[in-house]
């Protein structure tokens, strides 16, 4: 049975929700990620595109061009500036950063991607397969 994944933002002003199972969960080391956060990695919960509602408000969205080359576009909450998504142009997935779920306990990794631009602090997490860049 698919899960429904809902969650939003710390004050509020945007909620979401998507219908189906999450088709990948990973924590990335990249240094956008490591910025965006203010951490060492982003844990992540890719979902299809068209799965992915806001319900409530609206995001802000800041545009980068990754390492890959494409773009990556990370979408906010404009009022408290909780990070609530992202999306890379030509993948057909929107990440949910697995901060914004109403239960964070749906967020299983079985990956950790980027792992060569982790910093020596960084957490490591036992029996997630890591990659040193992006595995696909």
Not at 6 to 24: I, K, L, N, P, T
Not at 41 to 64: I, N, R, S
Not at 92 to 108: V, Y
Request: proline share 7%; hydrophobic share 40%.
């Amino acid at each position: 049975m698919a899960a429904k994944i809902v969650g939003g933002c710390m004050c509020g002003a945007v909620r979401y929700e998507s219908a189906g199972d999450a088709v990948m969960q990973a924590n990335c080391y990249c240094r956008d990620c490591q910025r965006s956060t203010g951490s060492a990695f982003a844990p992540v919960m890719l979902v299809a595109k068209e799965a992915f509602k806001l319900t409530k408000g609206q995001l802000k969205h800041y545009e980068v061009t990754g390492d890959s080359g494409n773009k990556v576009s990370r979408g906010f909450c404009a009022d408290c500036g909780s990070p609530i998504m992202s999306m890379l142009s030509g993948m057909p997935f929107t990440a949910i950063k697995a901060g914004s779920l109403d239960d964070p306990n749906q967020f299983r990794p079985s990956a950790s991607i980027f792992v060569a631009s982790a910093p020596a602090w960084a957490p490591h997490f036992p029996g997630v397969r890591t990659f040193p860049r992006n595995p696909g």
